[in-house]
């Protein structure tokens, strides 16, 4: 069964801490995308990859980075976490081309509290 | 600018009763579209899709949904809800890679037995 694991559920952290949120596929697929979900704001693209070391910001990137050192794995990182990043975070992937072109494979999430 | 508009915040139906949740977007080109439903705690899950061909799709769990590409809307449908579909619904239009898939901003489901 095709899989996205994010690696932690929940997480608290304090003002300041530097955070780190890792996302896995096992679908060899070449995107991969995080996106952050709030009540009311649907789901908001931060940041994603189209390749190893490959990274384009999305739609609200201020104050997260992206690391992706292997296609597998995509690593979401809060430099200095803020109370505004308390959330719940998401990863997913895709692939380009074949049927499943356009469909986004989503991990569980993990909720980030940031205190 | 692109965007998708789910009209409805919440919606209540009875278990046994018929089910439509509105979707309308705004894109440039001709549309990916997609539901997609999350159960509380969990990520989200593809119920259909469409990209071309046959405007009236089908998808898991018995939802089916139509393109109507003159009033730019998506809707979902399910003829008969049972309790396990209580959930959050999103619509979502993109392309093909998922790079600029947009979401609107959910409906959640209740379902009353």
């Known amino acids: 069964d095709v899989k996205v694991t994010q690696s932690s559920r929940y997480l608290v952290k304090r003002t300041g801490e530097k955070v780190f949120l890792e996302c896995v596929q096992d679908?060899?697929?070449?995107?991969m995308f995080w996106y952050r979900q709030d009540p009311g704001l649907g789901l908001r693209l931060i940041y994603f990859?189209?390749?190893?070391?490959?990274?384009e910001k999305g739609d609200i990137p201020e104050g997260y980075s992206v690391s992706r050192e292997k296609k597998e794995r995509f690593s979401l990182i809060l430099e200095s976490a803020s109370t505004n990043q308390t959330s719940m975070y998401l990863c997913?992937?895709?692939?380009?081309?074949?049927?499943?072109?356009?469909?986004?494979?989503f991990g569980e999430g993990s909720r980030l509290t940031v205190l | 600018a692109q965007s998708v508009t789910q009209p409805d915040i919440h919606i209540t139906v009875s278990e046994g009763a018929s089910l439509e949740l509105r979707c309308n977007y705004s894109?440039?080109?001709?549309?990916?579209l997609f539901w997609y439903v999350q159960s509380p705690g969990q990520g989200l899950q593809l119920l259909l899709k469409?990209?071309?061909?046959?405007?009236l799709v089908q998808g898991i769990k018995g939802f089916e949904a139509e393109f109507k590409r003159s009033q730019s809307s998506f809707n979902l449908r399910k003829p008969s809800v049972h309790w396990s579909d209580a959930a959050e619904y999103f619509c979502?239009?993109?392309?093909?890679?998922?790079?600029?898939?947009?979401f609107g901003a959910g409906t959640r489901l209740f379902v009353k037995a």
């Open positions: 979502a239009v993109g392309n093909t890679g998922g790079f600029k898939t947009i």
């Open positions: 997913a992937s895709s692939t380009t081309g074949g049927t499943n072109t356009g469909e986004l494979f």
């Open positions: 894109y440039g080109a001709t549309p990916y």
């Open positions: 990859s189209y390749d190893v070391k490959m990274k």
């Open positions: 679908m060899d697929h070449e995107n």
């Open positions: 469409y990209f071309s061909g046959d405007t």
